[in-house]
């Protein structure tokens, strides 16, 4: 069994297949998530989606918004519990997923009257041919594989972003985020990025498309 099949990057996890689920409480609201091993931090929630989802800036009107690299949903249906009137969209490479988001949805968003699709595949692929646009996307992105290909993103952002939306994402101090903080500011404007916090060693970014 190599590394690389290990990883929650994949679209077919080679470990064995267990399920657990992960109570916790995020914006003064009690959420339980089914998750299932060969799934980024199945056993609870790691602290860099939690530092985003307390800090994230969520629309105050009907929006579309986009869940990118969903894991098992959190991100995404915090949205969506949050914004009851939007479409949420979630998309992963994962396959297993993809399941505990679909899962996560029908556990927590029972009530809601949201719209939500939900894709398998990387980054934006899966939407190419929608033509979607997008108020918000948030993302905790896989900087393991190296930051380049997130970096990426931005060159594609322009394509599904609504104008004056938001790309909000957080990363770790530890794992670039000074680095990707002066690679943006050199790329792009003030008024495009900033840094909405600093905590436990993680920091919330937020890029406006102007």
């Known amino acids: ?49 939690k530092v985003l989802v307390d800090h994230m ?13 969903c894991g098992y949903g959190v991100i995404g249906i915090v949205l969506a519990y949050e914004s009851p009137f939007s479409s949420v969209y979630f998309i992963d490479v994962n396959n297993r997923a993809i399941w505990c988001t679909r899962e996560n ?3 927590n968003l029972s009530k809601n009257k949201g719209k939500y699709k939900i894709y398998a595949g990387n980054y934006f692929n899966p939407i ?9 996307i948030y ?15 931005f060159t594609y952002l322009p394509n599904y972003l609504k104008p004056n939306g938001s790309f909000q994402f957080v990363i770790k101090k ?17 008024n495009n990025i900033k840094v909405l916090c600093k905590r436990s060693g993680y920091w919330v970014f937020y890029y406006n498309q102007i």
């Open 57 to 69: 800036i969520i629309p105050n009107k009907p929006s579309v918004l986009l869940d990118l690299g």
């Open 1 to 49: 069994m190599t590394h690389n099949h290990q990883d929650y990057s994949t679209t077919f996890p080679d470990v064995s297949l267990k399920i657990y689920t992960v109570p916790v409480s995020l914006r003064r609201h009690l959420y339980m998530f089914k998750t299932l091993t060969g799934v980024f931090s199945y056993k609870k929630l790691d602290l860099g989606t």
């Open 174 to 190: 530890k794992m670039g985020s000074e680095y990707v903080y002066k690679y943006l500011l050199d790329r792009f404007s003030d």
């Open 139 to 153: 993302m905790n992105p896989p900087l393991r594989k190296g930051r380049k290909e997130f970096l990426d993103l």
């Open 128 to 136: 190419e041919e929608t033509k979607v646009m997008f108020d918000a």
């Open 105 to 107: 949805v029908r556990l």
